[in-house]
Nanobody
Framework: QVQLVESGGGLVQAGGSLRLSCAVS?????????MGWYRQAPGKQRELVAT???????NYADSVKGRFTISRDNAKNTVNLQMNSLKAEDTGVYYC????????????WGQGTQVTVSS
């Protein structure tokens, strides 16, 4: 059974940093064609933050380019999101997702972790 569990969220002042982690159990992170971080702000739809493919290619939303970095930790079987220079508009619930095939929708989601950036 595959499970994704996010951690690392919290309250931080604007300009600060947080590191989110998505721990995967039941399957290696490399077995997914892609994994990603998405976020949902109150009253808004879930939006892409960053993705990483099994080959290591990364993609970022324009709003986070240069500030956020997605990476994999092979030893811990996690996918991480380093968030620097945080802004109030980064506030939301951050979700980790994993997909088995590149052309499909995400197959697995975590429960989410709250990130609140105070201005």
């Amino acid at each position: 059974q595959v499970q994704l569990v996010e951690s690392g969220g919290g309250l931080v002042q604007a300009g600060g940093s947080l590191r989110l982690s998505c721990a995967v159990s039941g399957r290696s992170t490399f077995s997914f064609s892609a994994m990603g971080w998405y976020r949902q702000a109150p009253g808004k739809q879930r939006e892409l933050v960053a993705t990483i493919t099994s080959g290591g290619s990364t993609n970022y939303a324009d709003s986070v380019k240069g500030r956020f970095t997605i990476s994999r930790d092979n030893a811990k079987n996690t996918v991480n999101l380093q968030m620097n220079s945080l802004k109030a508009e980064d506030t939301g619930v951050y979700y980790c997702g994993a997909k088995l095939k590149q052309w499909r929708e995400y197959d697995y989601w975590g429960q989410g972790t709250q990130v609140t950036v105070s201005s």
